[in-house]
C-alpha cells in the first residue's frame, strides 16, 4: 500500500485535466442551448414589432376600406328615408292636382254668370239693351 493521495505508478494524478475532459460535452452543450436561448429572446423581442406593424398595416387597410365603402352605406341608410319623402312628395302632387282640378272645374261652371253680367252692364253702358232685355 502506498501513501494517501498518491499514485499507483508514481505519477501524481491529474484531475483538473479529467474533469475538464468530463465536462467538456456538457459544457458545449450549455453553450449551443445559450447561443439557442438568446437566438429566441432576440426573435421574441422582435416579434411584438412585427405583430404591431401588421396590425397597422391591417388598421390602416380597413380604415381604407371603410373610406371606401362609406358613400355607399349612407346611400343605403338614406335610401328608405329618400322614399317616404318621395311618396309623400307624390301625394302632396297629387293633392295639388285634384284641387287644382275642382278650381277650374268650379271656375268653368260660374264663368257664364259673371261674364254674362259682364256683357250686360258694358251693353247698359254703351247704351244697348237692357238687362231685361236680349241681347
Known amino acids: 500500500m502506498g501513501t494517501p493521495g498518491a499514485s ?6 491529474d484531475r483538473t485535466t479529467g ?10 452543450q450549455l453553450t449551443d442551448v445559450q447561443q439557442e436561448a438568446a437566438r429566441i429572446r ?10 404591431r ?9 380597413l380604415v381604407a376600406a371603410a373610406r371606401e365603402q362609406a358613400p355607399e352605406v349612407r346611400r343605403q341608410a338614406a335610401e328608405p328615408g329618400l322614399r317616404e319623402a318621395r311618396r309623400e312628395a307624390d301625394a302632396l302632387r297629387s293633392a295639388g292636382d285634384r284641387t287644382a282640378s275642382a ?5 268653368r261652371e260660374r264663368m257664364p254668370d259673371p261674364v254674362d253680367h259682364s256683357v250686360a252692364d258694358a251693353l247698359l253702358l254703351a247704351g244697348g239693351p237692357g238687362e231685361d232685355e236680349a241681347p
Not at 474533469?19 to 458545449?28: G, T, V, Y
Not at 432576440?42 to 405583430?51: D, L, Q, R, T
Not at 278650381?103 to 271656375?107: G, L, V
Open 42 to 51: 432576440a426573435s421574441a423581442g422582435e416579434a411584438p414589432i412585427a405583430v
Open 103 to 107: 278650381i277650374r272645374r268650379r271656375a
Open 53 to 61: 406593424r401588421d396590425a397597422a398595416r391591417e388598421a390602416a387597410g
Open 19 to 28: 474533469r475538464a475532459a468530463e465536462l467538456e460535452p456538457a459544457l458545449a
Open 8 to 13: 499507483a505508478n508514481g505519477v501524481p494524478a
